[in-house]
């Protein structure tokens, strides 16, 4: 029995020694998530540290933007759609008392072999469908899935809060997580890159499920303080549902109200 005893002692001691032996985990490794890096440094400050590193003022504060390129859709079978044209026109309100309503003014259309797949607008009060005005019901369904990043440049107003979530990864990149409670109660939840501050992920709630942005491929046009994610993964409960590659952008440019209406 003694033996036995001593044996199994051994093996305990010589497993100990070999996991004291072992590296810390590193910025790559999971184990990283379950605490948080830099604890005194602020939800505010690093939003904005986000907010500089985007373009400042201009990025927190824009008039308009235009951006064009193409997507990629899935069938419920995970068949991949191509829509060669996707574009989106966006005009941006003065203030945003709600994360994941509609405000401002916005226009979404996607075409497929040359024909409108998707259309989606929003005019300040009316929402558009390929058919006409969409009764309000349907209207706030299709814009709680819809709104829900531009809540970050707003997030240092007053009547929103900030929180530190533990950190995590995104893409294999360590990020900040940031929760971001509007005046209404309703929370946001932002991955900030730990190195360079480029938001890399937003998550919210929606009548979906979750739902989650993975932001990467960031350029910028000569002239212009604004940092554009160039791809855009979006999931629902953790299914990928498309991808949008924004191959160009256009800011603060005169956009007609004519826009925002009928298809």
């Known amino acids: ?10 093996i305990v001691l010589a497993g100990s020694a070999w996991a004291k032996s072992l590296p810390p985990p590193g910025p790559d490794q999971p184990l990283v998530a ?10 505010r400050t690093i939003v904005e540290r986000a907010t500089a590193q985007a373009g400042g003022e201009s990025w927190r504060r824009p008039a308009t933007l235009y951006l064009e390129g193409y997507a990629t859709f899935y069938a419920p079978d995970g068949t991949p759609l191509i829509n060669e044209s996707h574009r989106m026109w ?24 040359g ?11 009316r929402t558009y469908g390929p058919d006409g005005v969409l009764p309000p019901s349907a209207a706030d369904k299709q814009w709680a899935e819809n709104f829900g990043f531009g809540v970050i440049r707003f997030a240092l107003d007053q009547g929103f809060s900030l929180a530190r979530q533990p950190d995590d990864l995104v893409d294999g990149q360590p990020v900040y997580r940031i929760e971001v409670t509007d005046p209404t109660g309703a929370k946001t939840l932002f991955g900030i890159s730990r ?20 932001y990467s491929n960031f350029y910028q046009k ?13 999931y629902y409960n953790g299914v990928k549902q498309n991808e949008i590659v924004w191959r160009d952008f256009k800011l603060n440019e005169a956009m007609p109200d004519g826009l925002f209406t009928g298809p």
Do not use: C
């Open 1 to 10: 029995m003694r033996a036995l005893f001593s044996f199994g002692l051994a």
């Open 195 to 214: 190195a360079d501050y480029a938001v890399l992920s937003v998550g919210f709630a929606t009548p979906r499920g979750w739902h989650e942005r993975i």
């Open 222 to 234: 000569p002239g212009l303080s604004w940092v554009q994610p160039g791809r855009i993964r979006l």
């Open 34 to 43: 379950a605490r948080m890096e830099n604890p005194a440094l602020s939800a």
């Open 90 to 113: 966006r005009v941006y309100p003065e203030f945003k008392p709600q994360a994941h309503n509609a405000d401002g003014k916005v226009r979404i259309e996607s075409r497929r072999d």
């Open 115 to 125: 024909k409108v797949v998707t259309f989606l607008a929003f005019d300040g009060s």
